[in-house]
C-alpha cells in the first residue's frame, strides 16, 4: 500500500511548533488532505518530497509559485484543494495576506495564475509590472486598479488574436517588445477589440512603470493633467514639442479668463482628434509636425475635415489658428467656394458653386477667372463687395435654375458667352421666364429685377450686348410699395413694452456684451437709424461741436450702402434727440473705454464693440438683432424687437416720456410691465382733448362746408332705420348741408339731377351721421377702411410735393377709427375679436370692393 510508504510525520513535527487553539483542528484537517492528494497523484507526490521533509521550502526559491503552477495537470477540485493546503501551512507559520501568484493593487487582490502556467516568466514579470504601477501611479485610486486590470485583459486578448506574438511573450517575457515603436507596431498589425486603444493604453502604462527606459512614456502636461502622447513622439517628435508649446500657451492655461479645466478637457480632446488623423497620415506629420496641415494646399486639413466630427475639426482649427498665429479662412479647406472680403468687418464670406461645378465643370475656370478680376478692379467700380458678392450669389443661381436646365451644352462650350448666340436665344429665354414667373407669382419683383440687373452685369463685362425684352413693369409696384399697414409698424403700447424692457435690463446687467447690445437698441429705437450703418459707425464720425450757448452737441456721420453710400450728417444738438447724444457718448466714453485697448487696430476705431472673456470685436449687424431679441424675451418682453418696424416709426418722443416714468418710480424693475402700465402710465386727458382738437380742426379744413363732430355713438343692434355705408350706418334723412356740398363738389358726376344724399364714404367717420353697431360685421367694415382704404390713400399721395395737408387728414382719420373701434370694444368686446378674425381669413369688406381694385382678396359678396 502507498500509503504506508507516504510518511508525513516531519511535517506533522514541524508544523506543530505553529499551532494554535485557533488553528490546530484546520492544520490537522489539511494535513490529512495533502496526504490523500498527494497518494492519488504521483506528480504532486514526486514535486512535494522537499516540502514533506522541510515546510519552510515553500519560502525558498519560489518553491510555493512553482507548486501551484504544477497543479494545472491535476482535477480543478484537486488542484483547489491542493493550493488551499499550501496557503494554511504557509499562514500558520508566517502572516500571509494572498497566494504569490496574486498581485495587490491597494486593497484588491489580482490573481496572476494562470499567466504562471502559461510562461513562468511572463507571469513573474506581470506580476513585478503591476506591483510597480500600483506604487508609482499618479492617479486616482480606482482609475490605477482599472488600468491594472486593463492592461490584464489586453495581453489576454493580443495572445488569442495572435499565437505566435503570444509564444514569444511566453519565451521571452516584455522585453520581446525591442522598443516602443515595436509596441505599437504589433497591435497595428494584430488588432484587439479596442476601437479608442484604452486596454492598450493601460498595458503600456503598466510596462512603463516596470521598465521605464526600455517601454518610455513621452506625454504632455497642461495644468495639473498628463497626456499619453508616445505614439505621436514616434511619429515626429517635433510635433509633441509643438503641441506642449501649445498646452503652456495663455489660452489653454486659462490665463485669458477661460475656465481652466474647460481647456484642458478641450486639449486632451484636440490631442485626440490629430491622433485620428495621425493614423491614417503618418506621413504628412513627419519633419513637419503641426505644419503638415498646411502643406498642399491645406491638404492634410481637408482630409481632417472628413475625418473629424464638426466639433472636433472646429476644436482642431482653433489650436492650428494659435500656432500659426494667423486665421485659417473657410476656403482655404473647403473646396468649391468663392471668398469675398469685406474690409470694415474684416472677415470672409462665401459662396458655394459645387452644385454648379457638379453640373457643369467646364464653367469653373471661366467662374474663378471672372471673381478674380472683379475683385480686384474693385477699387475703380461704382459699387462696394456687398452688390458684387449679391450679384455672384444671383448668377450662380441663374445659372444652376435658368441655364443648365436648358442650354447644359452651350454653357459647356461657350461658357458665359452662350448668352448672346443665336442672337441674345438664351438672354431671351431667360429673360421671358424670369417674366413670366414675376406675373405668375412665382418670382417676387424684387429677385426678378435683381436677375435682370445680374445678366445685364455679367454681359457686360464679357463684352456682350443686351437685348431689351420682355421688360418688368413696376407701375403696380411704386403704387402699392408705400402702402404702409398698420402691422408692418410697433404701435404705441408695443414701443411703450420694448422701451420698458429695454430700460429694465440695462438697469439690471451686469455683462458689459449684454449692456452694449441694449444701449444700441435704446439709441435705435430713439433714433430710427439703420442697423448696418449703426454697426458701422466709428470714433471718428463722432466730432464734438461748441456752441455760442455753451451747450455741448455732436455731429455723426452714417453711411447707407443702400443710397449708393452716401454719407447722412445728423447734428444732435436739440432736446428732441438730446439723449441720443448721451446715449453714443456713454457708449465712447464709458462702457467700452475700459477695454478698447485690448482691440486691434482695426477694431479699435468702431464705437460699438463687445467684449467677452478677453476677446474684444465689433458688433456686427448680421448677429445683434437677434441678441437683442434673445435679451428682450429673457427679461419678460412679448414684443419681438424688430429694427425694421422701428426704423419706420421713430419713438424719440415715446422714449423720454416712459423712460422719464420709470425713474419717477425708482423700484420699476421690481415690477411687471402689466403693473408699470396700470400704475404708472396714465395717459394724460389734457393732451388727448388737445389732440383731438387737431384732428377735428384738419377734419373741418379738409371737409369744408361739413359739420365735423368729434363724439362717437355706438349701437348695440341694428334695426334698420339707417342708411347702409361701407364704413358703417348713415342717420341722415337725405337733403341736408352734407348732401348739398356734395353735390358742389360732384356736379359732373351727377350730372344735371339733383342728388338728395350724400356719398362721400371716406369722410363717414368725422360725420355727426355717423353711426356704428357692435357688431362682428361692422367692426370688419372699419378694420378695412383703415388697412386698406386709408393705405392706397397714404400711397397714392406720396409722390406728391407738399402733402403735409393730406397726410394730416390720413392720420386724423385713421385716429378716428382706433377711437371708435375702442369704444366698440368697451360695449362688445367680442365684436373687435371675430371682427379681426374675419378680416384676417376673409381680407377687405366687399362693401370696399369698389374704392380698392388692386386688392385680390376682397371677401365673399354679401
Known amino acids: 500500500m502507498l500509503d504506508t510508504v507516504l510518511d508525513l510525520s516531519q511535517l506533522e513535527e514541524q508544523l506543530s511548533s505553529y499551532l494554535t487553539d485557533e488553528n490546530s483542528k484546520r492544520i490537522k484537517l489539511h494535513i490529512s488532505f495533502l496526504k490523500r492528494l498527494l497518494l492519488r497523484h504521483s506528480v504532486l507526490r514526486n514535486h512535494c518530497q522537499s516540502l514533506i521533509q522541510d515546510v519552510h521550502s515553500l519560502f525558498r526559491d519560489d518553491y510555493w509559485l512553482k507548486s501551484e503552477a504544477l497543479a494545472q495537470s491535476i482535477p480543478h477540485k484537486d488542484d483547489l484543494m491542493f493550493r488551499v493546503c499550501l496557503f494554511h501551512f504557509a499562514s500558520a507559520i508566517t502572516k500571509v495576506n494572498s497566494r504569490p501568484s496574486s498581485v495587490f493593487v491597494f486593497d484588491t487582490n489580482i490573481d496572476l495564475l494562470h499567466w504562471y502556467r502559461k510562461s513562468f516568466r511572463l507571469g513573474k514579470e506581470l506580476n513585478d509590472a503591476i506591483s510597480a504601477w500600483g506604487q508609482q501611479s499618479m492617479l486616482a485610486r480606482s482609475t490605477t486598479l482599472s488600468n491594472a486590470q486593463m492592461a490584464q485583459k489586453c495581453l489576454q486578448l493580443l495572445c488569442e488574436a495572435a499565437p505566435s506574438v503570444a509564444e514569444q511573450l511566453y519565451e521571452y517575457g516584455f522585453l520581446w517588445f525591442n522598443s516602443t515603436m515595436h509596441f505599437r507596431q504589433v497591435f497595428n498589425e494584430y488588432p484587439i477589440k479596442d476601437k479608442h486603444c484604452v486596454l492598450q493604453s493601460a498595458l503600456f502604462s503598466v510596462l512603463s512603470a516596470y521598465q521605464p527606459d526600455h517601454f518610455q512614456v513621452v506625454r504632455i502636461t497642461i495644468n495639473d493633467k498628463c497626456i499619453d502622447v508616445t505614439d505621436l513622439n514616434d511619429i515626429e517628435p517635433l510635433l509633441v514639442e509643438q503641441l506642449q508649446a501649445l498646452a503652456n500657451s495663455d489660452k489653454f492655461m486659462g490665463k485669458l479668463e477661460h475656465d481652466v479645466v474647460s481647456m484642458t478637457r478641450r486639449f486632451m480632446a484636440i490631442v485626440s482628434s490629430i491622433r485620428i488623423v495621425a493614423d491614417k497620415n503618418k506621413c504628412a506629420f513627419v519633419d513637419e509636425g503641426l505644419d503638415g496641415f498646411k502643406k498642399d494646399e491645406f491638404a492634410l486639413l481637408k482630409e481632417a475635415k472628413t475625418l473629424l466630427r464638426r466639433d472636433q475639426f472646429t476644436e482642431l482649427l482653433i489650436l492650428l489658428e494659435l500656432h500659426f498665429g494667423h486665421e485659417i479662412h473657410r476656403h482655404d479647406y473647403v473646396d468649391y467656394l468663392l471668398p469675398f472680403y469685406f474690409e470694415k468687418e474684416k472677415m470672409f464670406r462665401h459662396i458655394n458653386y459645387s452644385e454648379l461645378v457638379n453640373q457643369c465643370p467646364e464653367i469653373e475656370r471661366e467662374l474663378i477667372e471672372v471673381h478674380h478680376s472683379e475683385t480686384e478692379l474693385l477699387p475703380e467700380k461704382n459699387y462696394g463687395m456687398v452688390t458684387l458678392h449679391d450679384r455672384f450669389i444671383t448668377l450662380n443661381r441663374i445659372l444652376v435654375k435658368f441655364v443648365l436646365p436648358d442650354y447644359p451644352e452651350q454653357l459647356k462650350k461657350h461658357g458665359f458667352k452662350c448668352l448672346s448666340l443665336n442672337k441674345n436665344q438664351i438672354q431671351k429665354s431667360v429673360f421671358q421666364r424670369i417674366q413670366s414667373g414675376v406675373k405668375g407669382k412665382t418670382i417676387s419683383l424684387r429677385t426678378g429685377a435683381s436677375y435682370f440687373e445680374t445678366i445685364r452685369w455679367v454681359m457686360a463685362i464679357t463684352g456682350q450686348t443686351v437685348v431689351e425684352a420682355f421688360k418688368l413693369s413696376f407701375k403696380r409696384h411704386q403704387r402699392h410699395a408705400r402702402r404702409m399697414k398698420v402691422e408692418d409698424l410697433y404701435s404705441d403700447q408695443e414701443l411703450r413694452e420694448l422701451i420698458f424692457y429695454i430700460e429694465k435690463g440695462i438697469k439690471e446687467t451686469g455683462n458689459v456684451k449684454q449692456l452694449i447690445a441694449l444701449y444700441f437698441a435704446r439709441i435705435q429705437v430713439k433714433s430710427c437709424?439703420?442697423?448696418?450703418?449703426?454697426?458701422?459707425?466709428?470714433?471718428?464720425?463722432?466730432?464734438?461741436?461748441?456752441?455760442?450757448?455753451?451747450?455741448?452737441?455732436?455731429?455723426?456721420?452714417?453711411?447707407?450702402?443702400?443710397?449708393?453710400?452716401?454719407?447722412?450728417?445728423?447734428?444732435?444738438?436739440?432736446?428732441?434727440?438730446?439723449?441720443?447724444?448721451?446715449?453714443?457718448?456713454?457708449?465712447?466714453?464709458?462702457?467700452t473705454n475700459s477695454y478698447r485697448h485690448l482691440a486691434d487696430g482695426h477694431t479699435q476705431q468702431y464705437l460699438f464693440i463687445s467684449k467677452e472673456k478677453t476677446n474684444v470685436s465689433r458688433v456686427l449687424a448680421g448677429n445683434i438683432i437677434a441678441y437683442i431679441k434673445t435679451i428682450l424675451k429673457r427679461l419678460g418682453c412679448t414684443v419681438d424687437y424688430d429694427s425694421m418696424r422701428i426704423r419706420k416709426n421713430g419713438a424719440n418722443h415715446l422714449y423720454?416720456?416712459?423712460?422719464?416714468?420709470?425713474?419717477?418710480?425708482?423700484?420699476?424693475?421690481?415690477?411687471?410691465?402689466?403693473?408699470?402700465?396700470?400704475?404708472?402710465?396714465?395717459?394724460?386727458?389734457?393732451?388727448?382733448?388737445?389732440?383731438?382738437?387737431?384732428?377735428?380742426?384738419?377734419?373741418?379744413?379738409?371737409?369744408?362746408?361739413?359739420?365735423?363732430?368729434?363724439?362717437?355713438?355706438?349701437?348695440?343692434?341694428?334695426?334698420?332705420?339707417?342708411?347702409?355705408?361701407?364704413?358703417?350706418?348713415?342717420?341722415?334723412?337725405?337733403?341736408?348741408?352734407?348732401?348739398?356740398?356734395?353735390?358742389?363738389?360732384?356736379?359732373?358726376?351727377?350730372g344735371s339731377k339733383d342728388n338728395g344724399w350724400c356719398s362721400d364714404f371716406l369722410a363717414c367717420v368725422w360725420c355727426k351721421h355717423f353711426r356704428t353697431v357692435a357688431d362682428p360685421d361692422h367692426v370688419w367694415q372699419l378694420l378695412s377702411y383703415r388697412d386698406y382704404v386709408l393705405a392706397d390713400m397714404s400711397a397714392s399721395i406720396s409722390d406728391i410735393e407738399n402733402n403735409e395737408f393730406q397726410q394730416e387728414a390720413i392720420t386724423a382719420l385713421h385716429q378716428r377709427v382706433d377711437d371708435i373701434l375702442e369704444q366698440v370694444a368697451i360695449k362688445n368686446p367680442m365684436a373687435v375679436t371675430k371682427g379681426k378674425e374675419l378680416m384676417a381669413e376673409r381680407g377687405m369688406h366687399p362693401f370696399w370692393a369698389f374704392a380698392v381694385t388692386s386688392v385680390k382678396n376682397v371677401g365673399d359678396i354679401l
Not at 439703420?530 to 466730432?543: A, G, K, R, V
Not at 410691465?673 to 394724460?684: C, N, W
Open 656 to 750: 423720454r416720456e416712459v423712460a422719464k416714468q420709470i425713474r419717477a418710480y425708482e423700484s420699476a424693475k421690481l415690477h411687471t410691465f402689466d403693473t408699470f402700465i396700470k400704475h404708472y402710465q396714465r395717459v394724460s386727458e389734457e393732451k388727448t382733448q388737445q389732440t383731438l382738437h387737431t384732428a377735428v380742426d384738419v377734419m373741418q379744413r379738409y371737409f369744408t362746408g361739413r359739420e365735423i363732430d368729434p363724439d362717437i355713438k355706438v349701437l348695440m343692434v341694428d334695426d334698420g332705420s339707417t342708411q347702409k355705408t361701407p364704413t358703417g350706418e348713415c342717420a341722415s334723412q337725405g337733403n341736408d348741408s352734407e348732401a348739398s356740398q356734395y353735390g358742389k363738389e360732384h356736379r359732373r358726376l351727377s
Open 529 to 591: 437709424w439703420n442697423t448696418s450703418p449703426m454697426t458701422d459707425i466709428e470714433l471718428s464720425d463722432i466730432t464734438e461741436v461748441s456752441l455760442p450757448t455753451a451747450k455741448k452737441s455732436i455731429t455723426v456721420l452714417i453711411q447707407k450702402p443702400r443710397k449708393g453710400y452716401d454719407t447722412d450728417t445728423y447734428s444732435l444738438d436739440g432736446r428732441t434727440v438730446n439723449s441720443v447724444m448721451r446715449d453714443i457718448v456713454h457708449v465712447r466714453d464709458t462702457l
